[in-house]
C-alpha cells in the first residue's frame, strides 16, 4: 500500500520561503514522476512542479524561478522549496506519485496549507 505524508505547510509573509517535504513508502516500479500539485479556494487542482525519476523537471509558469523541486530516488522523498512567496501562492499543497507505464498508478497526499500573508 502506497503512502504520501507530506510536511512543512504553513504561515510566511511575502517575500518569505517555506519548504514542503513528501514521504512515500510502498513504493514499486520505481520509473515514476513526483510532484506537486495546489489547489487554491474556488480553483481548480493545478500543476506547481514536479520531477521524474530520471531528474526531469517541469514547473508553472506561476513559479518558474522562485520554486525549486528535488527528490532522493532512494528514500523516495520529495522537497519544493520555494522562495519569493506571493499571497497567491496561497493553496492546499498536494504530493502526487505517479507512473504512466504499465503498471500505472496514481496516488496523493492528504495535503498540506501554506499561507502567504502579512
Known amino acids: 500500500q502506497v503512502q504520501l505524508v507530506e510536511s512543512g505547510g504553513g504561515l510566511v509573509q511575502p517575500g518569505g520561503s517555506l519548504s514542503l517535504s513528501c514521504a512515500a513508502s510502498g513504493v514499486t516500479y520505481t520509473a515514476n514522476i513526483m510532484g506537486w500539485y495546489r489547489q487554491a479556494p474556488g480553483k481548480q487542482r493545478e500543476l506547481v512542479a514536479s520531477v521524474s525519476s530520471g531528474g526531469t523537471t517541469d514547473y508553472a509558469d506561476s513559479v518558474e524561478g522562485r520554486f525549486t523541486v528535488s527528490r532522493d530516488n532512494a528514500k523516495n522523498t520529495l522537497v519544493l522549496q520555494m522562495d519569493s512567496l506571493r499571497p497567491e501562492d496561497t493553496a492546499v499543497y498536494y504530493c502526487?506519485?505517479?507512473?504512466?507505464?504499465?503498471?500505472?498508478?496514481?496516488?496523493w497526499g492528504q495535503g498540506t496549507q501554506v499561507t502567504v500573508s502579512s
Open positions: 502526487n506519485l505517479k507512473r504512466k507505464y504499465t503498471p500505472t498508478y496514481d496516488y
